[in-house]
């Protein structure tokens, strides 16, 4: 198995994006590579609510809820922002052990991890490969908690960061090098536009 992504529904309005330099096809998809964004509106709830995967036979990751596809992938958008792919997609695990255990019946094994804070707190990041994007699992390492994972922010890879600042503006943070050696990233003060997804944009990774 291969497990990849076909697509990611999201529960945002199709004109926050659009502000946000996403280029919209008419029936609300947004396409990110070869990735699918599905905005359905905020009566469907709010941020990633779901998505669908392709060689995957069940009905959820670890409480997350998701739907077997078998959909080519599309062609990609293009996007004002000059956003070219998705980078990482980020999961929060309540319990790092059980998440870890659901990827692996889904049929992922992890390929690193590294152990690092937020917000003071020590967490454990672990990294899976979903054909071109990466799947970036947070958690505690030392405590677990009831309750389902969830799919939390998105980072997107751009031609150029920094003319995807200037097109943007205020609407993101000052360019920073990244955690990735060689790489530059901005965040997207998406709240501003209405986006209930954390979004940040990353520079593409160094060849050789």
């Given at each position: 198995m291969a497990l990849t992504i076909?697509?990611?529904?999201?529960?945002?309005?199709?004109a926050a994006w659009t502000a946000a330099g996403f280029d919209v096809d008419a029936d609300g998809v947004c396409r990110v590579g070869s990735v699918r964004i599905r905005l359905v509106g905020k009566d469907r709830?709010?941020?990633?609510?779901?998505?669908?995967?392709r060689d995957f036979d069940?009905?959820?990751?670890?409480?997350?809820?998701?739907?077997?596809?078998?959909?080519?992938?599309?062609?990609?958008?293009?996007?004002?922002?000059?956003?070219?792919?998705?980078?990482?997609v980020v999961m929060m695990s309540p319990d790092l052990e059980r998440t870890v255990a659901a990827l692996s019946?889904?049929?992922v094994q992890p390929r690193r991890e590294r152990d690092t804070e937020l917000g003071g707190r020590p967490v454990r990041q672990i990294f899976y490969r979903l054909g071109a994007v990466v799947l970036e699992v947070i958690g505690s390492p030392e405590t677990r908690a009831d309750g389902p994972a969830s799919l939390w922010g998105i980072t997107y890879t751009v031609a150029d960061i920094d003319d995807a600042a200037a097109f943007l503006g205020e609407l993101t943070s000052r360019v920073k090098d990244a955690v990735q050696p060689g790489r530059r990233i901005t965040t997207l003060r998406h709240q501003r536009l209405g986006m209930s997804v954390p979004s940040a944009f990353i520079s593409a990774p160094i060849l050789g």
């Open positions: 076909d697509e990611i529904l999201v529960a945002d309005p199709a709830g709010t941020g990633i609510i779901g998505w669908s995967l069940g009905t959820d990751v670890d409480g997350i809820p998701s739907t077997p596809s078998r959909t080519e992938p599309p062609l990609p958008g293009a996007h004002p922002s000059g956003v070219v792919d998705i980078d990482h019946s889904a049929g």
